[in-house]
């Protein structure tokens, strides 16, 4: 069975180590905070200015000047620190901060991502995308395998604008697990009962497939 | 005696401000905006302005109130969703949108207050961001050359200011203010308390009072969460 | 629970450091300077460093001590007066100095620490400090581009910090200290008093813990005056 | 009589108007914060990272951690601030700072300066020298009108490596007061006692006199 959206953020949550320092977009990446693994120690950063960013508040102590960059309210951990968003960007630029996880439209077998503009359609902007995956070391994308229209997500190049440039390392989708190198897709994983051939059918770009492709383990 | 930088309020503090200048606005979001002063621009009338602002508000609230009236001729922003009135003026050519990476407009505006014409950063790279600008590598991979930003007037808010100008914002109402800050030829501070000189320890100032032309105390903050996120007790 | 950044003390914190290292030192004359770091690494007897530091000491105290012993191979500072030692090793060749503007060098370690590679400033142009330097001329003035520093260990001081690596700086010990602690690819704090996580303001945190690997409290600080100026009452 | 170093401190302090934020160097320039004129308000930067920097602390009072960037003890005045180097040099490059006054071993008529470096000398560095003369409008010099052999220090050209080109707008002597400007000095003022003909003198650059030259007024 295909993962929910629950599921591949239970998915990509193993992907964090311990001490990392861990930004997360809108979406499907806002839910792994949900899931750190309970041995290990991770703080999210969010760009419009927060380290050590914790859950959303209680119900009536939400406060207006505390958001992050998805404007939602949020709280502080202890330990959090609050800063500008040029010292946000300076933390994100300067690869200070280990792991982003991001949606995208669609990602290319050499690790390029278009995730902000659709031609034709109105363009909500990059937001911090752009400096998010031009810097980070681990870049994992979470997404749908395929589109609504069942189309692969996953390509020999982007069609649509770039948002940047063999920056992805990883992609944990709806179907599998998957790590980008020498310009193809490997396959790591195949979600709970879903079939190598499957993947196969679902994936536009150049998929290497080990002899053994393990399922997910989720709990 | 600090230099005083106190005006009476919104309107004496807008002074000057006229059409087709070009405008920096602290916030992000609706989250640490100048309500005061985006009421009293909106108030005055001041046309074919261009705004560098990270978001352009909502549609009734925030620079949509400016947008409403058809006040702004360009956005300079990185995201400008969430804002229905945006969305007809930009699709039908009446505004101009400069769409720029959060982090590169972050640094420019810093870049453009603090003296420093170009930058090199590897945002954009390889993408229509990039067109037209110079690359260059550095340690083996490719960075886009980004200009400074300045505005003729910077407005900003803050949570605490003093006679001297300087600035104290809360939580992530900081975001761009400081930067902003910087980079107005002259920088319009509205605070939400405005306390006397001595009152703010010297260590704990977001902005110094030399980045701050004028500065007034605030009146009516709505504060507007644009999304309410909670979890439930037990 | 914060990322854990504590280590038991200096001699844990300096773990690592190895002949031939660039180090940053923060601190401005003996202002804010990493006494404890300093004094482990003479007696850890580490040599051939490079030590990117606004000044260099004094005979008996900050860097001098390191320059007695002469463990230092070269220095990157803007002002290294007052110190005797310093002056034998420099005309008798021994040691390499490159001096930088202070705001460039500033600068160039927050351009290290914030992923830019390169900027332009107008500081130094037509001085000797440009030789060798691409030169280019932004709104009818000459610049020069300056390219980011970093080092294999940053070591910092600050007043507080917390177990997540925060820091609080006092007045004026601030100096180089948040721009070099940004720029180590390894950070080491020393702190007059740590804390645990939870008990400093996040809204008024200097240097943010990110950018802090390891963090411990000091002891006996001596925090020497290099000038001592006063005046007299009444 | 030519003027001695407070006397030099005390016309420079004319020049200073209402509002302005003004770093002093070390030496003669640092005497120009006591004769601040009472009918104006100005604040003193030390680019080391302070704004409202005050005057030496009450013998007892001194804080190791509160320094100038001569690296003098000092106290701050109601409403200073403090921040880091790279905000300082923003401060200061970024044209915040109206007006730095420094000394000088050398001016030259075009307005070059230099003050940092005689060759075959031991060299301390130009500090925040550079920066400051590269980015202020408002650049006075402060400096005797001639080196201690005698001879001048304004020049048709400096011979000393420079700190800055084209930069200096007004020198103020032990023996006059001068505005350079289309390359060469124009003298505004002599000291008291001081006549035309000895500022000429000890004048090797350009010295453009107008007909009427005031006497300087010093209290």
């Known amino acids: 069975m295909a993962l929910d959206k629950v599921g591949i953020a239970k998915r990509i949550a193993q992907e964090l180590r311990d001490g990392w320092y861990v930004n997360l977009g809108i979406g499907i990446p806002t839910l792994v905070a949900n899931f750190v693994p309970q041995d290990i120690t991770v703080e999210f950063q969010s760009e419009n200015g927060i380290l050590g960013m914790g859950p959303f508040p209680f119900d009536g102590e939400e406060d207006a000047d505390l958001i992050n960059a998805g404007k939602q309210t949020v709280t502080l951990m202890p330990g959090a620190s609050i800063f500008d968003s040029a010292t946000s960007f300076a933390m994100i630029r300067g690869q200070h901060v280990q792991l982003t996880v991001l949606g995208a439209m669609e990602v290319s077998q050499d690790g390029d ?72 897709f490997h396959l790591l994983e195949r979600a709970p009962g879903v079939s190598v051939e499957e993947i196969k059918a679902a994936t536009a770009g150049e998929l290497v497939v080990p002899e053994n492709v393990p399922e997910m383990k989720i709990d | 005696m600090a230099i005083n930088k106190v005006v009476a309020g919104a309107q004496e503090a807008t002074t000057g401000i006229e059409d087709g200048m070009t405008l920096m606005l602290g916030g992000f979001g609706l989250c640490g905006i100048p309500e005061n002063c985006i009421a009293e621009m909106v108030k005055m009338n001041v046309t074919g302005i261009t705004c560098i602002s990270n978001n352009a508000g909502v549609d009734d ?16 922003s990185s995201y400008v969703g969430e804002n229905d009135e945006f969305e007809r003026q930009m699709l039908s050519g009446e505004l101009e949108v400069d769409l720029i990476p959060q982090g590169s407009l972050a640094e420019r ?34 960075h886009i050359l980004e200009s400074a930003l300045t505005a003729d007037f910077a407005i900003v808010k803050a949570w605490k200011g003093d006679t001297a100008g300087n600035l104290v914002f809360k939580a992530t109402a900081r975001n761009f203010n400081p930067m902003m ?18 009152e703010l320890d010297p260590n704990t100032i977001h902005t110094p009072g030399i980045f701050v032309q004028r500065i007034f105390q605030g009146t009516g903050y709505e504060k507007r969460i644009e999304q309410r996120t909670v979890r439930q007790k037990g």
């Open chain 2, 61 to 76: 609230f925030g620079l949509g109130l400016l947008l409403q009236k058809k006040q702004i001729k360009k956005m300079v």
């Open chain 1, 113 to 184: 991502i278009a995730n902000w503009k659709i031609p034709g359609r109105m363009v909500k902007g990059m937001g911090g995308a752009m400096d998010l995956v031009a810097s980070a070391e681990n870049i994992i994308v979470a997404m749908m395998h395929t589109n609504k229209k069942g189309e692969s997500k996953l390509l020999p190049s982007c069609s649509l604008p770039l948002t940047g440039v063999g920056c992805v390392t990883r992609i944990i989708t709806n179907l599998a697990a998957l790590e980008i190198k020498n310009g193809a």
């Open chain 2, 181 to 198: 800050a910087m980079a107005g030829k002259i920088t319009i501070a509205e605070v939400e308390e405005l306390v006397e000189e001595g």
């Open chain 2, 109 to 142: 505006c810093r870049a453009g207050g603090a003296g420093i014409p170009a930058f090199f950063t590897p945002a954009g790279y390889g993408t229509e961001i990039a067109e037209g600008k110079e690359v260059r590598e550095f340690n083996g991979k490719p």
